[in-house]
């Protein structure tokens, strides 16, 4: 069964940046509608970005103009930059299929403190 593979997370600074990564385990496996989603603690997972094939974009309002979602079809490895972190980013980030289709990676926390 495939698996999502997030990385990239860590610690940073308000106002810092991370860029977070996102593969499946098997090459050659590719989904068109690709997104990055978010849960922080007693919170729903939310949706913060999605992609399609063609690389159309598009942003939850609480993280526009400072998230970037891309991919790369060849490694078929989805990328979100996350530029100016704030504080209420702080989070666990996942990717997976827009809409989710399939099982949940896991994940790669981001936490944004002084």
């Known amino acids: 069964q495939v698996q999502l593979v997030e990385s990239g997370g860590g610690l940073v600074q308000p106002g810092g940046s991370l860029r977070l990564s996102c593969a499946p385990s098997?090459?050659?496996?590719?989904?068109?509608?690709m997104g990055w989603y978010r849960q922080a603690p007693g919170q729903e997972r939310e949706l913060v970005a999605g992609?399609?094939?063609?690389?159309?974009?598009n942003y939850a309002d609480a993280v526009k103009g400072r998230f970037t979602i891309s991919r790369d079809n060849a490694s078929n490895t989805v990328y979100l930059q996350m530029n100016s972190l704030k504080p209420e980013d702080t989070a666990a980030y996942y990717c997976?299929?827009?809409?989710?289709?399939?099982?949940w990676g896991k994940g790669t926390l981001v936490t944004v403190s002084s």
């Open positions: 997976n299929s827009n809409p989710v289709r399939l099982g």
């Open positions: 098997q090459k050659n496996f590719n989904i068109y509608h």
């Open positions: 992609i399609s094939g063609g690389s159309r974009t």
